[in-house]
Nanobody
């Protein structure tokens, strides 16, 4: 069973950037499709971005498309999320997720393994 640990969250002002990382405990990482979800206070967890096993196909939610970029480094067992032009609506706990399938998916039910999350707060 893979263990996922997120890092890189913090407090930033609107318009600034953050880079989240998710370190997976198990090799080879390329057997897992991976994704980022987020949960704002008092709301449900929602899809942010997903990437397939080898990193050549990705999906993004409409709310972050063009601002966020998901990437993976299978050699380092790492999933990343580069977040630019952050806005207050991007505030929430960001979760890394993994599943033993090939294609990227935006369905929360398609992911079996979850990290504990990292807090991102965007506020002036």
């Amino acid at each position: 069973q893979v263990q996922l640990v997120e890092s890189g969250g913090g407090l930033v002002q609107p318009g600034e950037s953050l880079r989240l990382s998710c370190l997976a405990s198990e090799r080879p990482l390329e057997i897992y499709r991976m994704a980022w979800f987020r949960q704002a206070p008092g709301k449900e967890r929602v899809f942010v971005a997903a990437i397939n096993r080898i990193g050549n196909s990705a999906y993004y939610s409409e709310s972050i498309k063009g601002r966020f970029t998901i990437s993976r480094d299978n050699a380092k067992n790492m999933l990343n999320l580069q977040m630019n032009s952050l806005q207050p609506d991007d505030t929430g706990v960001y979760y890394c997720a993994a599943d033993l399938s090939y294609d990227a998916s935006y369905y929360i039910s398609d992911y079996s393994y979850w990290g504990q999350g990292t807090q991102v707060t965007v506020s002036s």
